[in-house]
């Protein structure tokens, strides 16, 4: 079993001197931890969130064989300077290629890149390359999500595209209204990942032999629903492209088991195919799902995380 959605933070991020942004950290609280941001309480966790040793031991539990290691989002929509998000990237990056190497059996590598500049996300796209267990990169739906999709980040896709990697599309907790502001895990997330998705789609990162292979976080959030839509706007000339949006999509996205339901979950399938879903925990945070837990979705569920996802299975495996 490949879960392709956990999350893993270093606890030795090392802000340069002088620093401003918000830099995302490891406290430890009594007899827990809890990841900051800005020096402030983010969230609780344990100890897997950080520590190796730990994580496998639980994931033997759980009876996960490999796991797709990203940062956090806390870590993803980074608010500081162009120059310390690069150096928080480079020193993320390196936490995490460090505890794939150290248990290649184990661990693959999904790095994150310094969003607000083409050059610099370039340059780590390179230093990603020279890590072993790195199998693409993972970028943030919402504040971060609209550069990405410029002309500018063109060379950016095109050489993870060519590299064969895939890029992890997850959400931030951006609200999109004043409707969830407080609560944008309800509707901003997965909004976000949709929008995202779409941009993707109208900046040509979907196009052609040169496309990118995407997964998106959270069974696709809201694409799914708008699937037909898009094909719809398509017809009338409000997208380009020679070929239909959802001939595009069903292509080259990939979609995580993360749904919270089995609406959801159905509608993914439904939408993509079955060989569009992958397993996904949001380990170790509150979404987790262990493989224990999957019997509420019955039968069908089991047999739908059993095709995995035979290219992206393909990608992480090397084969």
Known sequence: MIDWHSHMLSPDLTPPSGAVGLWPGVASIGDGFQLTRGGRAYRAADRTAFDSAERIRRLDQIGVD????????????????????????????????????????????LGMLPYGE?????????????????????????AHDEPLTSPEFADVWS????????????????????????????????AATGRTAVRMLACGLLD???????????????????LDRLDVSWRAGRIAGTVAPTQ??????????VAYGEGPLSLAVAALGRDRLVYGSDFPFAAQVSL???????????ELVAANGASLLDAVTGR
């Open 159 to 190: 050489r993870v595209a060519a590299r064969g990697w895939t890029v992890f599309v997850h959400p931030d907790a951006a609200a999109v209204s004043d409707c969830d502001r407080d609560d944008p895990f309800a509707l901003g997330m997965p």
């Open 208 to 226: 052609g032999p040169g496309a990118a292979r995407v997964l998106l976080a959270h069974a696709g959030g809201i694409l799914p629903a708008i």
């Open 292 to 302: 224990g837990d999957l019997s509420g979705y019955g039968d069908r569920w089991l």
């Open 118 to 142: 083409p050059a610099g996300a370039l340059r780590e796209v390179k230093r990603l390359e020279g890590y072993g267990g790195v199998v693409g990169v993972c970028v943030v739906a919402g």
């Open 248 to 257: 595009r999509i069903r292509a080259n996205v990939w979609v995580d088991s």
């Open 66 to 109: 490999l796991q797709v290691l990203s940062p956090p989002p806390l870590v993803l929509n980074f608010a500081g300077p162009a120059d310390e998000f690069r150096e928080l990237a480079r020193q993320q990056n390196a936490f995490l290629a460090g505890v794939a190497g150290r248990h290649p059996d184990r661990f693959r590598v």
